[in-house]
């Protein structure tokens, strides 16, 4: 490890060296990451901002071992992905990482509680113990009466929230959201931003957000243009808010 | 297990697509089971026709007729030759017979057979027609070996003054020294034999023999050893080719080989064209199948490709999404089997007629036809080996069908849960 700022950050949760990545359409080539040096400390909401086009989901699906970089290295709660085959890259994935997606992606033939038990079932844990963490899940999620509810059944707020429990079943040291709110209109965006502001205080919470309003409530912004880490910023006020005042979500 | 449940139940995601692929799965699996009654038929038919039908050869002394006394025709099989056939393999039974002629009135004459109690009596000129029926009395039995009785040939009776009434009394004694245009006389002395019983052939000629046990016949004759006609049996007619190659191999050069050849030639024909119709048909349900499940599973994997994304990303096993898939096609075929199954317990019987009646029988050679369908039994019942072969194309057909969609599973990204947005 040769940069002296991953040197410096050998404790951190996150730590990219050099990272590329590089598309191919058809002839043509897209680097959709160029050189990005990155640490990032356990705990803690970190927002990736940029334009469309910018790179920011393609960071955080490196991040999140759902992709392999062209070049650099990725070291992710001290595992190096690029040296991990590919079952290896599922169980880190299964383990370390909880994902929230901008449509959710909840499973439509399954119930909001099984949905939650999904990653678990994934994980080999017992039936008793995975259905009782889910239910404590989705009752901190404030679900705990839309136990089996399927999705379809459910509003696009309960759905972010069901998704977000399901990325907290295995209890990962990593969270990531990719445009979380994308689908939802402020009120709910500002309560799912909230939640995962409060999930930041156990755990690592990374969100892609193309609005720097959202970024500006993350404890530490990182600003992507063209593939490349542009700015390393704090919010502008330590208590920023989306729109309106902040709620607090305690029960999380 | 998890991936296996939710293949499950994925199947019951879409309830109307999930009966129509039911009923285009169904519908080969019922042409499959109308071709492997019929093709069952068939087999079994011809296994019966394999073991009962003629599959038996006749051995005589080369260039000669095998009777002890007529003229030029003396000459008999060694004795040896009975025991190298019985090594023989396929050979299901070997029957020796000795024979003699005996004059009756002008030209005429009687036939006198020794065989061995229990043996197929068959009848001179018409070998092919066995154990006649007796019509009085009783038959040979073990009991009779070396012993001075015989029966009859009502024909034969009727010449000697034999009858059921006074069969009780009846003996017959024949003149050894007797000579005919054909029948040379043998220096032996008269030999009276009981008659036990009288049979009847349906044949004229075949009336006019007298069957007694082996060892009386070699005694009353002077023939201690070889043989007249010897029998040989096959297990089944599809080894007759087989048996008169080593027959000839082994006794060529002393024995005239006489084998039939209508067995093999229904087999060749009739059989062979059915048994390859069904086959055919069997394999065509199977290909029907297997193109069903192939378009259904890819255009699962097409809808789902952001769930199995979602699940890849979520830390899903490629080997337990790909478990849950198969759990799906095999589920699908399993229900479609069971559709297909259903309809064939209740339709299947008259479907099965008419398919041989129009999709089989023309192809048939037009002298078997008839018989073939008339002698054969046809039947919807569904036994152990119907069904294993139901389970085995089910599986067959799950597997082979979503192979491509697998394939594209496996190779599906994490990403494409991202896709989806």
Not at chain 2, 396 to 407: D, K, N, P
Request: overall charge neutral; charged content about 20%.
């Amino acid at each position: 490890m040769n940069n002296p700022m991953l040197a410096n950050d050998r404790n951190a949760l996150i730590l990219l060296q050099d990272v590329s990545k590089t598309y191919r359409k058809g002839q043509e080539s897209v680097r959709a990451l160029d050189g990005i040096d990155l640490a990032v400390a356990e705990k803690g909401m970190v927002a990736i901002a940029g334009p469309s086009g910018s790179g920011k989901s393609s960071l955080l699906h490196i991040i999140g071992a759902m992709d392999r970089p062209t070049n650099g290295e990725v070291i992710v709660a001290g595992q190096p992905l690029n040296a991990l085959p590919e079952a290896g890259l599922t169980s880190f994935r299964r383990e370390t990482v909880g994902f929230v997606f901008q449509s959710f992606n909840l499973i439509p033939n399954l119930s909001a509680l099984e949905n939650v038990m999904l990653p678990m079932e994934f994980n080999g844990v017992p039936s008793e113990q995975r259905h009782r963490r889910a239910k404590e899940l989705l009752d901190r999620v404030d679900l705990g009466a839309r136990l089996t509810h399927r999705p379809r059944e459910l509003s696009g707020g309960e759905m972010q929230r069901v998704a977000i429990a399901r990325a907290l079943a295995n209890n990962p040291r990593l969270v990531l959201a990719d445009e979380p709110t994308g689908n939802l209109d402020s009120k709910t965006g500002q309560m799912i931003y909230e939640l995962l502001k409060e999930i930041a205080r156990e755990r690592t919470v990374i969100v892609v957000t193309h609005a720097e309003a959202l970024a500006q409530m993350a404890d530490r912004i990182l600003h992507i243009r063209d593939g490349k880490l542009e700015a390393d910023s704090q919010p502008l006020e330590a208590n920023s808010t989306f729109i309106g005042e902040p709620r607090r979500v305690d029960h999380v | 297990m998890t991936m296996m449940r939710l293949g499950l139940r994925n199947l019951f995601r879409n309830k109307s697509r999930l009966v129509i692929v039911a009923l285009l799965i169904g519908i080969p699996f019922f042409l499959l089971l109308v071709m492997q009654v019929i093709g069952d038929s068939v087999q079994r038919q011809t296994e019966l026709l394999k073991q009962n039908v003629n599959n038996t050869l006749q051995l005589r002394a080369r260039g000669s007729m095998g009777h002890v006394n007529m003229m030029g025709n003396e000459d008999l099989l060694p004795q040896d030759a009975l025991e190298q056939v019985r090594q023989v393999e396929h050979v299901a039974r070997v029957e020796p017979y000795v024979l003699a002629m005996t004059p009756t009135e002008g030209h005429n004459f009687a036939m006198v057979v020794g065989v061995n109690p229990g043996d197929t009596k068959r009848l001179e000129s018409h070998g092919e027609a066995g154990n006649p029926k007796i019509i009085a009395g009783r038959d040979l039995t073990e009991a009779d070996r070396g012993k001075r009785v015989a029966i009859i040939g009502q024909g034969y009776a009727k010449w000697a003054g034999i009858t059921p009434e006074n069969l009780e009394q009846a003996t017959l004694t024949l003149d050894l020294k007797r000579t005919h245009p054909v029948i040379f006389a043998l220096n032996r002395p008269p030999a009276p034999v009981k008659v036990v019983g009288i049979y009847a052939s349906g044949y004229v000629f075949g009336d006019m023999q007298l069957f007694m046990s082996l060892d009386t016949f070699r005694e009353i004759y002077g023939i201690p050893a070889g043989i007249s006609w010897l029998y040989v049996k096959a297990d089944s007619s599809e080894h007759l080719p087989q048996i008169e190659q080593k027959l000839r191999d082994l006794l060529g050069n002393v024995a005239d080989i006489i084998a039939p050849t209508n067995v093999a030639e229904f087999q060749n024909t009739a059989t062979t064209a059915v048994l390859r119709l069904s086959k055919g048909g069997i394999v065509l349900s199977a290909a029907l199948m297997i193109i069903t499940v192939f378009f259904v599973m890819l255009l699962v994997v097409r809808e789902r490709a952001w769930e199995i994304g979602t699940f890849k990303a979520l830390g899903a096993s490629n080997s337990g999404i790909v478990l849950g898939f198969l759990t799906e096609a095999v589920a699908l075929s399993a229900l479609g089997a069971l559709l297909g199954t259903l309809v064939f317990s209740v339709w299947g019987g008259p479907v099965v007629q008419r398919a041989f009646g129009v999709g089989v029988a023309p192809f048939l050679p037009a002298e078997y036809k008839d018989t073939l369908i008339n002698a054969l039994t046809l039947s919807s019942d569904i036994g152990p080996p119907t069904l294993g072969l139901l389970a085995l194309v089910c599986i067959l057909a799950a597997f082979a069908g979503s192979a491509w969609s697998i394939r594209q599973v496996v190779r599906l990204s994490p990403m494409e849960a991202i896709r989806h947005e």
